[in-house]
């Protein structure tokens, strides 16, 4: 049956639910490495991902996910908790929906302490950075998911960096719940005009090949030149009469990588969704399955589909990862902070925050917003967040709110720093002594 415009709302209308079935959730990518020289891990062999893939079905139940049947192994299941890969064999907990943010924490410090447990005799390390410290590209192997096959051929054509998004780079995201259309939009607009702020909040990407990149976030300067058709703060969405149909529309002109039939990936990159939706490809006809897929291979700083994904913020350690999702629920989860937020960025507009996103890859809270230290709107979205997770009142046994997870990055920002900053102090000059040093201070 041919695709409708009208059902192209369908995954959004769908991922709807009211207030009280409001959860939050993360994923969270680490870099596995040799733990004495930060070689990278590789996929397969006797240190690989492989070999901690099958440790982890042994010791925790875990099962193992396949693309193909008898194919490479591409992720681990348990209990609605996914781990998976990314194309340089960087490792994704891809968590499960939560009441609060102490859930979420727990479950990432669980996940972290069963890898830790299976890679300490391989003597492999979990680094927790926005940009690989140490590898250089040839050093990295290709996870064999079909996706990153066509990615990996396609992209590089619409970016210099396109590769190293894919291999280099690790993230965590935050992903958030919507009752209504209305809601949604609102939130997603926000979000917007804050990621560029939060990005440099949380900048933690400092070194390239065991050195000094110049950068405090070079994962941002990365995104900077990666195919422009399909990531950005997409301009269309900042006005206040914006809909999902304008999501919609901006998805549809975007370009596709594939699409599957009967389980067998079809190669179709450079046509658009829209074209593919009107005139078919080699006799293939879209469906609401290609549109889903082809949702999920768009990558924008806040990208829509069933949750609002929160995508700017650099690979962390799960002490100042926790943070991210904290601040986000604190903004996004009450009304209060909501409007206060809105109050807070009513005058920023996409050119300006366009130029600084550009700017905080280079010097993060150092760059100027309207002649004015980026520090200070960040040390006000913390103070928004904190007010909105203090109303929320989700607490701990301890009787400590979610905000607590947002202390020690509200200790950086208070000095206008940024988790990079404490990573380059004081590093030796030696460079074996530096490699040790770094490794030791990216480590989750």
């Known amino acids: ?70 194919g490479p192994i591409i992720g681990l299941e348990r209990d609605g908790v996914y781990v998976t ?10 968590g499960s929906p939560h009441a609060d943010v102490h859930a979420v924490c727990e479950e990432m410090t669980a996940h972290l302490n069963q890898l830790s447990d299976v890679s300490a005799a391989l003597e492999i390390s979990w680094l927790g950075v926005g940009f690989h410290p140490i590898a250089r590209p040839e050093d990295l192997p ?24 894919m291999r280099r780079t690790a993230t965590i995201q935050v992903n958030l719940d919507y009752e209504s259309e209305q809601d949604a939009m609102r939130k997603l607009r926000l979000a917007l005009k804050l990621s560029p702020v939060v990005t440099a909040m949380v900048a933690n990407s400092p070194f390239v090949e065991g050195r000094l990149s110049g950068e ?7 995104w900077l030149d990666v195919d422009p058709d399909r990531q950005g703060l997409l301009p269309t969405l900042w006005s206040p009469r914006s809909s999902i149909r304008d999501y919609i529309e901006w998805a549809l002109d975007a370009p596709m990588f594939l699409f599957k039939r009967d389980g067998v990936v079809v190669e179709n990159t450079g046509q658009t969704f829209r074209s593919f939706m009107t005139e078919g490809y080699e006799k293939h006809e879209a469906d609401i399955h290609d549109w889903e897929l082809h949702l999920n291979t768009l990558f924008p700083e ?3 589909k069933n949750t609002i994904e929160l995508r700017g913020g650099d690979a962390l350690s799960v002490r100042m990862g926790a943070g991210l999702p904290a601040l986000w629920t604190g903004i996004l989860y009450d009304e209060q902070a909501l409007s206060e937020a809105e109050a807070l960025t009513e005058g920023f507009r996409f050119e300006e925050m366009l ?11 150092l760059a100027k917003l309207r002649r004015k230290p980026l520090a200070d709107v960040a040390q006000a979205v913390l103070g928004i967040s904190i007010g909105g997770l ?4 989700r607490l701990r046994p301890d009787g400590k709110d979610e905000s607590t997870y947002l202390e020690p990055l509200a200790r950086l920002v208070e000095h206008g720093r940024c988790p990079a900053d ?5 590093l030796p000059s030696d460079p074996l002594a530096r490699t040790r040093e770094i490794l030791s201070r990216t480590r989750v």
């Not at 405090?216 to 990365?222: D, L, Y």
């Not at 203090?390 to 009142?393: A, C, E, L, P, Q």
């Open 1 to 70: 049956m041919p695709l409708s415009y009208e059902s192209l709302f369908e995954p959004f209308s769908r991922a709807m639910k009211p207030r009280a079935r409001w959860r939050v959730g993360v994923e969270a990518e680490k870099f596995g490495v040799d733990a004495q020289t930060g070689a990278p891990m590789g996929y397969e062999g006797e240190r690989g991902v492989v070999a901690i893939f099958g440790a982890l079905q042994e010791r925790y139940g875990h099962r193992p996910l396949f693309e193909l049947p008898g």
């Open 85 to 94: 890969l990314e194309p340089g064999a960087q490792v994704e907990l891809s």
């Open 142 to 165: 290709w996870v064999p998911k079909l996706r990153y096959a066509i990615m990996k051929r396609y992209l590089p054509t619409r970016g210099a960096h396109a590769l190293d998004m």
């Open 216 to 222: 405090k976030s070079r994962r941002a300067a990365v």
């Open 302 to 304: 806040v990208r829509l």
């Open 355 to 365: 130029a600084l996103r550009r700017c905080i890859a280079k010097s993060a809270l």
């Open 390 to 393: 203090g109303r929320r009142g």
């Open 422 to 426: 404490r990573l380059v102090e004081d």
